[in-house]
């Protein structure tokens, strides 16, 4: 009877043994990373959120009228700043991108109010958003479009040779296309060229009288820089 008792406790031991080593076996194969060569997906899901740094040329078009007087027009200047988005990906193709930057721009007489020359300076906030489609069947070349809407923001307005000047804030939209080349899984170099169609009206007093006006703005925005997919 002793001798029952024994064997059947060894038989007991036994097994309760094999179920731990079974089970620590198997928490250690869900805990190794899935092979991709036998077939089976990996868990971890990438981001959907991306940055961009990049160095913007800000390109206008010279145009635009005070409404009271004909045959006038107006030039803007160029310039380079630098340029954040953010973008987040609905799925591999379909992505939403945010543009934050801003520059400036001196506005100049031109036809009939030539003479004026320098009439003011103004700062200008215009942020973008686009819905984007990514093309990616190209491999670490990924070409994208976009549309999109601006609303663009005026400020620290500074007059020249008028008493006053007043950009008014506007919205307008977008068109984009560009590229990203990735050179591994996070990093990448970019490449991208907006049309912002951008018409703001302005008020402005020169030797006391008060004229209306719209600013034919229509920039160029052309970007170089990295980015970064997390």
Not at 25 to 43: I, M, N, R, S, Y
């Amino acid at each position: 009877m002793a001798t029952k008792r024994m064997n059947w406790a060894r038989g007991v031991t036994a097994a309760v043994v094999l179920m731990l080593v079974g089970q620590q076996a198997a928490a250690a194969d869900l805990a190794e990373p899935c092979d991709p060569d036998q077939g089976v997906l990996f868990t971890e899901w990438p981001s959907p959120w991306q940055i961009r740094l990049r160095a913007l040329g800000v390109i206008t078009e010279d145009s635009g009228y005070v409404n009271a007087v004909p045959g006038s027009s107006l030039s803007y200047s160029n310039s380079v700043t630098p340029e954040l988005d953010i973008s987040y990906f609905f799925t591999d193709n379909v992505a939403a991108e945010l543009i934050l930057g801003t520059t400036y721009a001196n506005i100049t007489g031109q036809g009939s109010i030539g003479a004026l020359g320098n009439i003011g300076k103004v700062w200008l906030l215009p942020p973008t958003l686009t819905l984007q489609y990514h093309f990616t069947d190209f491999g670490a070349f990924k070409p994208y479009v976009g549309a999109g809407v601006n609303y663009t923001i005026f400020y620290h307005q500074e007059a020249g040779s008028a008493d006053d000047l007043k950009v008014k804030n506007t919205f307008g939209t977008a068109l984009q296309v560009g590229f990203d080349y990735m050179v591994d899984q996070h990093w990448g170099v970019n490449f991208d060229v907006k049309k912002l169609f951008l018409k703001p009206d302005f008020d402005v007093t020169v030797a006391g009288n008060k004229q209306t006006g719209k600013a034919e703005l229509d920039p160029w925005l052309i970007g170089a820089g990295v980015t970064y997919h997390f």
